[in-house]
């Protein structure tokens, strides 16, 4: 897959200023980690766009019981990687390929200490997994689908919590898309709003 440009249009008829919160899914064995913020989009208004690139690689990184981060590792489908000590401290190792599918897995090899994996995309978290005790593992399957919604008070790399999402996620394929607009209707003021509707339009197929 190659990097997608997509450009976000609000139509909406929405009179609040609403922030707009673009995050992921790991769909791994039915996961119900919490999502991560990777994108708000604020004070767009009415006929305004943003563009962004959703980036074709990963990295992952681990934070340890300390509060260290390892550097940031490029990612591939079937890769495996460990948190070990070395002579030098808690490092990350990357220890090969598997038969994984479209997914990656990190482990906590340490004897003692927790561990947190950390996925990023165009340098920004991207998902996170829970603390893992040592010899405990998780696996990242995350397939080019985004969330969109309307949200309020949340910053980029903020857990997703239901109380602070304003309209139900819509989930928006990118698979064999080179570039596209997302486009937002709905929304309005009093009892005539309409739900957000996030659609894609003026698609170009990879």
Same mark, same amino acid.
């Given at each position: 897959?190659?990097?997608?440009?997509?450009?976000?249009?609000?139509?909406?008829?929405? #009179?609040?200023?609403?922030?707009?919160?673009?995050?992921?899914?790991?769909?791994?064995?039915?996961?119900?980690?919490?999502?991560?913020?990777?994108?708000?989009?604020?004070? %767009?208004?009415?006929?305004?766009?943003? #563009?962004?690139?959703?980036?074709?690689?990963?990295?992952?990184? =681990?934070?340890?019981?300390?509060?260290?981060?390892?550097?940031? %590792?490029?990612?591939?489908?079937?890769? %495996?990687?460990?948190? =070990?000590?070395? #002579?030098?401290?808690?490092?990350?190792?990357? +220890?090969?390929?598997?038969?994984?599918?479209?997914?990656?897995?990190?482990?906590?090899?340490?004897? #003692?200490?927790?561990?947190?994996?950390?996925?990023?995309?165009?340098?920004?978290?991207?998902?996170?997994?829970?603390?893992?005790?040592?010899d405990q593992k998780v696996t990242f399957e995350l397939d080019p689908v985004i969330c969109i919604s309307a949200v309020?008070?949340?910053?980029?790399?903020?857990?997703?919590?239901? /109380? /602070?999402?304003?309209?139900?996620?819509?989930?928006?394929?990118? +698979?064999?898309?080179?570039?596209?607009?997302?486009?937002?209707?709905?929304?309005?003021?009093?009892?005539?709003?309409?739900?957000?509707?996030?659609?894609?339009d003026n698609v170009v197929e990879s």
């Amino acid at each position: 897959m190659s990097d997608i440009t997509l450009n976000f249009i609000n139509k909406s008829n929405d #009179q609040n200023n609403s922030e707009f919160v673009i995050f992921s899914k790991n769909t791994f064995g039915g996961s119900d980690y919490s999502s991560v913020a990777w994108k708000v989009i604020r004070n %767009l208004g009415t006929g305004d766009t943003h #563009q962004f690139v959703y980036p074709s690689n990963f990295s992952v990184s =681990v934070e340890d019981n300390y509060g260290n981060y390892t550097p940031q %590792l490029k990612a591939n489908p079937g890769d %495996l990687f460990a948190m =070990v000590k070395d #002579q030098t401290g808690d490092v990350i190792k990357h +220890l090969g390929t598997g038969n994984y599918g479209n997914a990656f897995k990190v482990e906590n090899r340490l004897e #003692q200490g927790s561990i947190k994996a950390k996925i990023y995309k165009d340098g920004k978290l991207f998902n996170s997994s829970p603390s893992l005790a040592p010899d405990q593992k998780v696996t990242f399957e995350l397939d080019p689908v985004i969330c969109i919604s309307a949200v309020s008070h949340i910053q980029e790399g903020d857990a997703i919590e239901s /109380a /602070a999402v304003s309209s139900k996620p819509s989930e928006i394929s990118l +698979l064999g898309i080179k570039s596209a607009d997302i486009v937002v209707t709905g929304g309005g003021p009093g009892n005539a709003a309409e739900p957000f509707k996030f659609e894609l339009d003026n698609v170009v197929e990879s």
